[in-house]
């Protein structure tokens, strides 16, 4: 596996959600470089290097195969592979820390450190190494430091290069980024390693969408793109509430403003909640950093973006048991969906994680199904095992219940036969669309209940 046939050779370290399909769009779209990705994790490995990849994300498989074994590699060597790379992006993960100082806010960055400091234990020549891993502004500092402070005589030079790609969409979005930003210390030196990351993207991004920027800049603003979209969603959530009571309808309210071309209509669906493993952790992590500053101001305010999401959905099934006459203490409910969005099966930070969790402690009985996600909400619930049913078919999953709650918008939901589910159910049926994708009046004529998040209802009682 020598590099010498190649003209770069590339190397990310940590092979989950962002550095598998980001490297193998590169290694796709470069053939003149090799790419390797390395884990700790065996297994991640393995299914990278099967047809049965860790991650379901529509098109990867395809990208992957174009590349694998001609200029893509997936490895557990990951010290063979730091001492050939000239270019190293490092993408493990940064989860919020649960212990000690900031613990439930700031970022966790023992995973970066022990990279950095397994880079600096191996490596034998100079190298560029990336931060793609979304880091709190300053890292980068550190990060130098730790690793010039090796006494072998290497130069690193540590850039910036967050990644913007959302699950569901991600090979469309590496492929046709909104943009792809680089930070780099302004010296000669920084220059000349960034000017390097830019020739990469440069095979397949336009040049006017490769932004350069100062380093502290480019690690701002993948926290502040993340703030300002969840806020968006915690923004026409409240909005939904307040629809509830006014008779007001949150789609209709949504499309008006969201013509205004200085609102624009992106991230304007009101949801049972914002999920996924980054708004939540970005945002408290952007909050930690304001308080550290003494920004309590702004800390504040950034802070109310999560809070409002946690507000949805204890709302949500506040309102599932206020309609369903108080009380759901052995009925049967099914959730449709369990993945954070649709098209991805990951579940970590889904709001369906909470509404499960609130209606077992009603007592309901829970049944869950989703076209993906399935294998990792057995993981998430694993303590109410004894409490909660699986069913891949959404109808066996509505079979007997007393109410569905939408959960993710997987478009397979919208063309259900909702007859033959209603037929199958306990009367009277309610259906809660916390992703407003059904036909509200259809479903009410079939002789449902219907409950959607900001609009009105439509109940025959
Ligand atoms: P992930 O948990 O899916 O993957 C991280 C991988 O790093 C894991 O497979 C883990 O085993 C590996 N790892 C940890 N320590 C390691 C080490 N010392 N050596 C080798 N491998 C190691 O995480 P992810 O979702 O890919 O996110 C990675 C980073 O990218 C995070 O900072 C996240 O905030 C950011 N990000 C994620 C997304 C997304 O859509 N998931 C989008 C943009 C940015
Ligand atoms: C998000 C960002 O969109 C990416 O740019 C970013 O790179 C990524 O986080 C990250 O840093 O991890 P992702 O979480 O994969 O991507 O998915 P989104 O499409 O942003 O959806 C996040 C959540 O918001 C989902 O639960 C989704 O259902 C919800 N959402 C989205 C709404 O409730 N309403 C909307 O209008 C849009």
Avoid at 255 to 268: E, H, N, P, Q, V
Avoid at 389 to 394: H, K, Y
Avoid at 405 to 425: G, N, Q
Wanted: charge should be neutral.
């Amino acid at each position: 596996m020598s590099g010498a046939k190649f003209s770069k050779n590339i190397l990310c370290i940590g092979a989950g959600y962002v550095g598998g399909p980001t490297m193998a769009v590169i290694a796709a779209k470069c053939p003149q470089y090799k790419v390797t990705v390395v884990d700790i994790n065996a297994a991640r490995i393995n299914a990278w290097n099967s047809d049965n990849l860790p991650i379901y994300e529509p098109g990867l498989l395809d990208v992957v195969k174009q590349a694998r074994g001609r200029n893509l590699f997936f490895s557990t060597d990951v010290d063979s592979a730091i001492k050939e790379a000239q270019i190293i992006f490092v993408s493990v993960n940064t989860p919020t820390k649960t212990f000690g100082e900031g613990a439930g806010k700031a970022a966790d960055l023992q995973y970066w450190e022990l990279t950095a400091r397994n880079i600096v234990k191996v490596a034998s020549s100079d190298k560029i190494i990336i931060e793609k891993s979304t880091l709190p502004v300053k890292t980068a500092e550190a990060m130098g430091r730790i690793l010039n402070a090796n006494e072998k005589g290497i130069k690193f030079e540590v850039l910036s290069n967050p990644e913007f790609l959302a699950e569901g969409t991600a090979i469309e979005d590496l492929e046709r980024p909104d943009r792809v930003l680089i930070g780099s210390q302004l010296t000669p030196e920084g220059i000349k390693a960034r000017d390097e990351v830019v020739e990469i993207y440069a095979n397949w991004v336009p040049g006017e969408k490769i932004l350069t920027s100062n380093i502290w800049s480019s690690e701002l603003s993948k926290l502040v793109a993340n703030a300002f979209l969840a806020q968006r969603i915690s923004s026409i959530n409240s909005i939904s509430a307040l629809c509830e009571k006014t008779d007001a309808n949150v789609s209709e309210v949504s499309r008006a403003i969201g013509m205004d071309t200085r609102i624009g209509s992106k991230f304007l669906s009101s949801s049972v909640g914002f999920g996924g493993s980054c708004f939540q952790k970005d945002i408290l992590n952007l909050v930690y950093i304001c308080q550290s500053y003494g920004l309590t101001e702004v800390a504040d305010y950034w802070e109310r973006v999560v809070l409002m999401n946690e507000y949805q959905k204890r709302r949500f099934v506040q309102n599932m048991l206020k309609v369903m006459f108080n009380t759901v203490a052995g009925k049967r409910i099914a959730l449709f969906g369990f993945a954070f969005k649709a098209d991805t099966g990951d579940t970590r930070e889904s709001p369906a994680i909470d509404v499960a969790k609130q209606l077992i402690e009603e007592h309901a009985k829970v049944v869950i199904t989703d076209p993906q996600a399935l294998h990792n909400a057995k993981i998430d619930l694993a303590d109410y095992a004894d409490k909660i049913e699986f069913a891949a078919d959404p109808y066996e999953a509505a079979k007997g219940a007393h109410a569905i709650a939408v959960m993710t918008e997987w478009k397979e939901y919208k063309t259900l036969d909702y007859k033959r589910i209603f037929s199958s159910m306990e009367r009277p049926s309610f259906i809660f669309d916390g992703r407003n994708i059904l036909n509200h009046e259809e479903l009410f004529k079939t002789g449902f209940n219907v409950f959607p998040l900001g609009q009105p209802n439509h109940k025959h009682f």
